[in-house]
């Protein structure tokens, strides 16, 4: 499974979810899913073992975002994800939306 499958199949029950950017007409509350790096992080006879893959989740919010942020983080957590940061990105005044950003990283034993 890859992260992105996981963590669609993850949070799809809790917003709507898209990877790169909302295609339609958007919601008041979404979640937007940005790749950020895939590193293989150990290594054992030259090859690597596991692979680290790191996801930004957007979560754009015209209300309150932060019961939302709280929900999202502990669903991640015990869904056995790891938070690396969380950072209030800003609101966006010609959409109305608040714009919260989650970074998650997941471990995957690379295949033989």
Known sequence: MSVLSELNT?????????TGVF??????EY????PLTDDFALF????PLMDVSE??????S??????????ITQVLLNA????????????????GYHHYAIDVAQ???TEE
């Open 44 to 47: 054992g006879d030259n090859a």
């Open 55 to 60: 996801v930004r989740i957007s979560l754009f």
């Open 62 to 71: 015209k209300g309150n975002y932060l019961q939302r942020k709280r929900q």
């Open 23 to 28: 295609s339609g007409v958007p919601p008041d």
């Open 31 to 34: 979640l937007v899913l940005t």
């Open 10 to 18: 993850l949070l799809t029950p809790i917003l709507p979810v898209e």
């Open 80 to 95: 056995g994800f790891t938070v690396i940061g969380r950072t209030y990105v800003g609101h966006e005044d010609d959409t």
């Open 107 to 109: 471990s995957y034993e």
